[in-house]
C-alpha cells in the first residue's frame, strides 16, 4: 500500500476517534435541553419542593448551592493565591518545593467521596461544626485548592520576568514588585481559575453527602452552621431515592444544574480568550 | 519605613503558610482517615477485610470482606481502560497533530465541556439512556452492570488523558518530526515511528491519572452499577465498587460503630491507592521534562 494510503486511513481513524470523543458530549447536552428546558419556569425556580419532591420548585437546592460555592471560594482564593505567589516567586528548586508539588498533585487525585470523609471527620466531628455549610464549604475549598493554585501559577508565570527586573531595580522590595508590577496582570487569569473552580464545586456531589446536603428541608438555612439543600444532591437523591417523579423534573433539574455551571465555564472561556487577545507584551 | 517592613514580613510568612498548606491537607486527610479508620483493624484483621467475600455490614453477625468491593472496583476500572485509553491517545493525536486550528479549538472546547459536565449529571442520563440501552441490547434482566459503568468512566476519564496526552505531544521538539519529515517520512510516519516514542512518558502519566479518576469517581458509578455486593464473574452483572460503597452507606450507619470504621478503612485504601496513581505518574511526567 502507498504510505499516503496508510496516512489517509491512520488519519480517518484518528478523526474518528475524536468523533467518539465529542459525539457524547453534544448527546448529553441535547438530551438534557431536549427534555429538561420545557421543564423549566419561574415557578420552579423560585418556589418550594412539595408532596415529597413531586411537585413545586428547587429553589432551595438552588440557594443552598450558591451558599456553598460562595463560601467555598472565601476559603479557597487567598489561599490559593498566596500559595501560587509562594511558588512562583518564592520558592527555590529544593526539596519543599517538590513536596509542595507532590502534595498539589496529590490533592487534585484523591477521590471526591474520601473528601467526604475527610470533612465529615475533621470538620463536623472533630471540629464540632456539625452537619453544616461551614463543613461542606472548608472540604469543597480543600478540594478546589489545586485547580486554584494551578490557575494563579499559570497566570503569575506568564507575566515577563522584566516587569521584575524594572521594579527591583527601581529599588521596590519584593513583595511590593509582586503587589505592583506582577499581580495586576495575572488577575484576569486568576479569576478564570477561579469561576472554573466554582464550576467544578457547584457540580460535585459527593464532598457534600455527609457534610452538609440535606434531603428536605422546610426553611432556608439562616446561618453557616445550617444544613442545605444542594442541587447536585437533589439531582441525585430525586432520580435514585424518590419513586414516581416525573421524568420531566428530574431533567429540569439537570439543566438547571448544567446550566449553572455552564454559564461559569462560558463566562472563563471569554475571559481567558479576550485576554490572550489583550496581551500586549 | 518600620511599620512596612512589618507589613510585608506578616505578608511573606502568610504567603509562606499558604505554600505548604497543600502539604498541610494531604497529612490530614491522611491522618483523619487512619483516626477513624485505624480502630476498625482492631476488631477486623487486615487479611480478612482486605480478601473477606462477604460484604454484610448490618446483619448479625457482621461481616466485613471487601473482595467483592475490590474486584467491582477492578472490574469498571479496567473496563473503563479499555473504552478510554486507546481513542483518548488518537484523540490526542488528532487535535495536535491533523487537525486544523480552527477545528482544534472547537474540539479542545468540547472536551473541556466533557469534563465540565457534573459527575451527577453524567450518572442520571446514563440511568435514563445507557442503562436501558444495555439491559435492551443484551438482554438481561437489568441494565446496571458493570459495563455500562465502565462506558461512562471511560467517557469521565477522556479529558484528562487527552489534555496531559496533547501536552505530551506538543512538547516533543519540533525538530525531532522535521528530522523525520526531511528524510521522506509521511507525516504519519513521523508520528507513530518517532513523536509516539518521546511523547510515551508522557502518555502514560496521563493514562494513569486518568485511571486514578476512574477509581475515586463516586456518583455516577453509584447511580449505574447497580451496587450488588457480589464477586462479579462478567461485565454484565452489577457489581459495587469501593467508593459507592463508602457513599451510599456512610448515611445510615451509626456513628461510632463498627460499620462506620469500616468505611473509613476502605477509605484509606482509597487513599493510598490513588496516592501512589498519581505519585507514579508525576514520576513519568517529570522524567519527560527533564
Redesign the interface.
Known sequence: MKTTTKQKIAFSILFLCTIIVVLPVLFVLGVIIKNGAKGISWQFLTTMPSDGMRQGGIYPAIVGTLYLVSLSIVFSLPVGVMAAIYLNEYAKDNLLTRLIRLAIVNLAGVSSVVYGLFGLALFVTFMKFGVSILSGALTLAIMNLPVIITASREALASVPYSFREVSLSLGLSRWQTIRHSVLPFAIPGILTGAILSLARAAGETAPILFTVAAFYLPNLPVSVFDQAMALPYHLYIISTQIPNISIQTRYATAFVLVGIVFTMNIIAVILRSRLRKKKKW | MKLRQIK?FV??K??????????L??V??FV??L??GIAFFREVPAKDFIGGKYWYPISDPERFGILPLILGSLLVTFGAILVSV???I??A???SE??PVKLKDI?K??????A??????????G???LVPWVKKIFHLPTGLTALSGSIMLG?MA?PTI?SISEDAINAVPKSYKEGALALGA????AM?RVVIHAALPGIIAASM?GI??V?????AVM?ITGNAAVIPQTFLQPVRTL?AT??AE??ETV?GSNHYYS??AI?II??VL??I???T??MFLHRNKK
Not at chain 2, 502568610?14 to 502539604?23: H, K, P, Q, R, V
Not at chain 2, 465540565?116 to 442520563?125: E, K, N, T
Request: aromatic content about 12%; overall charge negative.
Open positions: 510585608e505578608i511573606e502568610l504567603i509562606f503558610l499558604s505554600g505548604i498548606a497543600s502539604i491537607f494531604v490530614l486527610i483523619f482517615l483516626k477513624e486507546p481513542v483518548s488518537a484523540c493525536f488528532y487535535i491533523v487537525a474540539l472546547t468540547g472536551i473541556e465541556m466533557l465540565a459536565i457534573p459527575s451527577v449529571v453524567l450518572g442520571f442520563i440511568m435514563t439512556t467517557l477522556m487527552i509521511t507525516r504519519w510516519q507513530y491519572l486514578g479518576r477509581i475515586g469517581e463516586t456518583m447511580m467508593t463508602i457513599a456512610m448515611g456513628h468505611l473509613f477509605g482509597l487513599f490513588t496516592f496513581i498519581n505519585i505518574a508525576d
